[in-house]
C-alpha cells in the first residue's frame, strides 16, 4: 500500500513539474507555428507560483519590500513566449488583438519606446485584475508575459512606485 501512495505521490510530482519546462513551442493560443513561418523560432515557460514563491519570498524578505512582497503573494502563475525572426509579424500581432477581443480583456497602456511597442492589456473582474498580459515587440523579436492573478491597480501602482525609488537612488 505504501508503495502504491509513493508511486501516486511521484506520478502527480511529475505532472505538476511538467508545467515548469522550457518548450520550444508556443504556450499561447494566439500564436502557432504556421502562423509565425517556419523559420521563426519560439521559446515559451510556464511557472506556477507554488514552485517559485518560497524563492521570491525568501530574495525579498532581505530586501524588506512589504509592498512588492504583497503583490507578488497574489500572483497565480506567469506565462512567457518569446518569438524570434517571425515572417507575418503583422499577422501575428491581428491575431493577438483578435484574442484580446476574445477574452474580453481591455488596453491599459500602449507605448513606444526606443523603436518596440509595448502593450498592457488587462481582464478585470469586481475591481481586481485577474490576468494580465504584456506584450513587447518590434521588428524581429516578440515578448508575450501573462500574469494570473488577483490583485488591484492599487497593488501595481505602489510596485511600480517603490521600484522608481529604488532605481532613482
Known amino acids: 500500500m505504501k508503495r502504491l501512495l509513493y508511486t501516486f505521490c511521484a506520478i502527480a510530482l511529475l505532472f505538476s513539474m511538467q508545467s515548469c519546462y522550457v518548450k520550444r513551442g508556443s504556450n499561447m493560443s494566439f500564436v502557432d507555428r504556421s502562423l509565425a513561418g517556419r523559420d ?12 517559485a514563491r518560497p524563492f521570491i519570498v525568501k530574495e525579498l524578505a ?13 500572483i497565480k502563475s506567469v506565462k512567457f513566449m518569446a518569438l524570434s525572426n517571425a515572417q507575418n509579424t503583422d499577422r501575428i500581432y ?18 513606444y519606446s526606443d523603436g518596440s511597442r509595448i502593450s498592457i492589456n488587462g481582464k478585470i473582474k469586481k475591481n481586481k485584475i485577474k490576468k ?38
Not at 532581505?62 to 497574489?74: C, D, G, Q, Y
Not at 491581428?94 to 507605448?111: G, P, R, T, V
Not at 504584456?134 to 523579436?141: G, H, K, N, T
Request: charged share 25%.
Open 62 to 74: 532581505s530586501e524588506e519590500n512589504e509592498l512588492v512582497r504583497k503583490a507578488i503573494l497574489n
Open 94 to 111: 491581428k491575431s493577438f488583438s483578435n484574442y484580446l477581443d476574445h477574452q474580453n480583456m481591455e488596453e491599459f497602456a500602449s507605448l
Open 132 to 169: 494580465l498580459l504584456l506584450c513587447i515587440s518590434d521588428d524581429q523579436d516578440q515578448i508575450y508575459v501573462e500574469v494570473k492573478g488577483n490583485f488591484s491597480m492599487d497593488d501595481i501602482s505602489n510596485s511600480i512606485n517603490v521600484y522608481e525609488k529604488k532605481s532613482s537612488l
Open 40 to 51: 521563426a523560432e519560439i521559446v515559451s515557460m510556464r511557472m506556477p507560483m507554488f514552485l
